[in-house]
């Protein structure tokens, strides 16, 4: 759905994206993840056309967004939804108002607008607050009425900046999980700005993380953090304990009913058990092993053991 490749943009100037190159596929949530002013908003402006790029390409279903007029950027903006951290509704209208106020503006009859608007707000589960302000609602609930109103116009992408940062852990985890719903209801493409590792976790299928204006890592959720590729590492406060690995360092994925695989692995393989992590991947519990061996021969019968149970493992350079 979108294609990127060696996009550069800069301020006069400060170059804030450099060579950027990535693929956004039809239906899948993807993160861009890397602290404030590694350049992830810029790239989402210029993703739905509010800020124009030096070079490379971007194209959005094989339409390059450099080459549209004024009236071809309204119109591609028709389909791209878009959700902030501050919500950005209109205090003085009601929630029904503000998911109805894109339609208004496109000049839709009436009865679609009631009728669109009550399909919005029964998705994001919100029905009930229809007539209510803004400012009697929850943060939580605030943001559904955002979500409602992106997809007032059938928006086939949903761009979300930092959309969850404003929000407490619970009410994070169910906004979360009703994009993931949305994603699979509505077949929906949805990019997350985010420097929250529980949002990469919890959602997305792909990250890439961005540093100094670059692409730092890109893969998949999974990849990413059994590679523990040193900008991960950065964003995590956290040392890549492989370097002080005297043998070959194996790392693999455990869904909770296999967890019986870390002593075997110890007792079969002689493999020292240096770490466990649990974590949430799309709402599934999964526990991260990091393991150590000294006999590669024994590392590499353990990761056949490993490929032969369907389960993910990373090994230096190595994948599976």
Not at 248 to 274: K, Q
Request: aromatic share 4%.
């Amino acid at each position: 759905m979108i294609e990127i490749n060696h996009l550069c943009k800069s301020f006069g100037t400060l170059e804030v994206l450099k060579d950027i190159s990535l693929t956004v596929k039809t239906g899948e949530i993807y993160g861009l993840v890397g602290r404030s002013g590694a350049g992830k908003s810029t790239l989402l402006r210029c993703i739905n056309g509010l800020e124009n790029y030096d070079s490379g390409s971007l194209k959005i279903d094989g339409t390059e967004i450099r080459d549209l007029s004024k009236q071809e950027i309204r119109e591609l903006r028709k389909g791209i939804g878009m959700i902030f951290q501050q919500f950005s509704l209109i205090e003085r209208r009601s929630v029904y108002k503000n998911v109805a106020l894109p339609m208004k503006c496109w000049k839709y009859d009436k009865d679609r607008i009631d009728k669109r608007v009550h399909e919005l707000l029964e998705l994001v589960d919100i029905a009930d607050k229809i007539n209510d302000r803004p400012s009697v609602l929850s943060g939580g609930q605030k943001q559904r009425v955002a979500i409602a109103r992106a997809l007032a116009l059938d928006s086939n992408l949903l761009l979300c900046d930092e959309a969850t940062s404003a929000l407490d852990p619970k009410t994070t985890q169910s906004v979360l999980r009703l994009l993931r719903d949305i994603n699979q209801k509505l077949g929906l493409t949805i990019i997350v700005v985010t420097h929250q590792m529980e949002v990469v976790r919890e959602v997305c299928d792909t990250i890439s993380i961005l540093e100094n204006g670059k692409i730092a890592a890109s893969g998949t959720v999974k990849d990413i953090f059994l590679q523990k590729p040193p900008s991960l590492m950065t964003l995590l406060g956290k040392e890549d304990h492989r370097l002080a690995s005297a043998g070959e360092m194996v790392s693999f994925l455990l869904p909770a009913d296999r967890l019986n695989m870390i002593p075997m692995v110890a007792n079969t393989f002689g493999a020292d058990i240096l770490s466990t992590n649990t974590s949430d991947y799309k709402g599934v519990p999964f526990t991260e092993v990091t393991v150590s061996i000294k006999d590669r021969s024994a590392a590499g019968k353990m990761k056949q053991i490993l490929t032969q149970e369907n389960l993910a493992w990373y090994a230096e350079s190595e994948a599976c």
